[in-house]
T-cell receptor
Framework: GAVVSQHPSWVICKSGTSVKIECRSL??????MFWYRQFPKQSLMLMAT?????????EQGVEKDKFLINHASLTLSTLTVTSAHPEDSSFYIC?????????FGQGTRLTVV | KNEVEQSPQNLTAQEGEFITINCSYS?????LHWLQQHPGGGIVSLFM???GKKKHGRLIATINIQEKHSSLHITASHPRDSAVYIC????????FGKGTLLTVNP
């Protein structure tokens, strides 16, 4: 099946710094990718829809200036958490659609200290 | 009201038992995914189906799009099946419920 690679799998950063997470579709082109966030014992929550070549669509309550999404190619979307704070510590995961089937990255566990 | 309702929310079984997890939707869907999330967070896509039934090993998934209902069955359950099972509907973007936490004891 199709593969989506997410990097890094975990990262620890200092408060106030920025962190970039990459999501790559390895063997298919994804015009649309999705970024999710999951807090402990909570369900996955959609943060934004990333569209190749255009601006991302953010869900209500997600700050677009804080969570920068870039989808510059058909195989790569990036999520940058800017000026990270401890409350941004969470599990971030991306998915990409091939036709109607979703494929998920491995996820990134972000810890802000 | 959540768009996706899963039942049960928590399920504990003994190794070898037959397990069923159900999903119901309040909105129309074109397809459905069954996902498995392990404690570390990684997600594995088990099935994507838009009609009928699919089988993979000990796992069977069925769906009735008209009735907005799907079930995941696990035969001869094993402790390694312990995970959260999620059934997002696929209407362009996936809509997630809280999932079903399955614990299979040896």
């Amino acid at each position: 099946g199709a593969v989506v690679s997410q990097h890094p799998s975990w990262v620890i950063c200092k408060s106030g710094t920025s962190v970039k997470i990459e999501c790559r579709s390895l063997d298919f082109q994804a015009t649309t990718m999705f970024w999710y966030r999951q807090f402990p014992k909570q369900s996955l929550m959609l943060m934004a829809t990333s569209n190749e070549g255009s601006k991302a669509t953010y869900e209500q309550g997600v700050e677009k200036d804080k969570f920068l999404i870039n989808h510059a190619s058909l195989t790569l979307s990036t999520l940058t958490v800017t000026s990270a704070h401890p409350e941004d510590s969470s599990f971030y995961i991306c998915s990409a659609l091939e036709n109607t089937e979703a494929f998920f990255g491995q996820g990134t566990r972000l810890t802000v200290v | 009201k959540n768009e996706v309702e899963q039942s049960p929310q928590n399920l504990t079984a003994q190794e070898g038992e037959f397990i069923t997890i159900n999903c119901s939707y309040s909105v129309g869907i074109s397809a459905l995914h069954w996902l498995q999330q392990h404690p570390g967070g990684g997600i594995v896509s088990l099935f994507m189906l838009s009609s009928g039934k699919k089988k993979h090993g000990r796992l069977i998934a069925t769906i009735n799009i008209q009735e907005k209902h799907s079930s995941l069955h696990i035969t001869a359950s094993h402790p390694r099946d312990s995970a959260v099972y999620i059934c997002p509907g696929s209407n362009y973007k996936l809509t997630f419920g809280k999932g079903t936490l399955l614990t299979v004891n040896p």
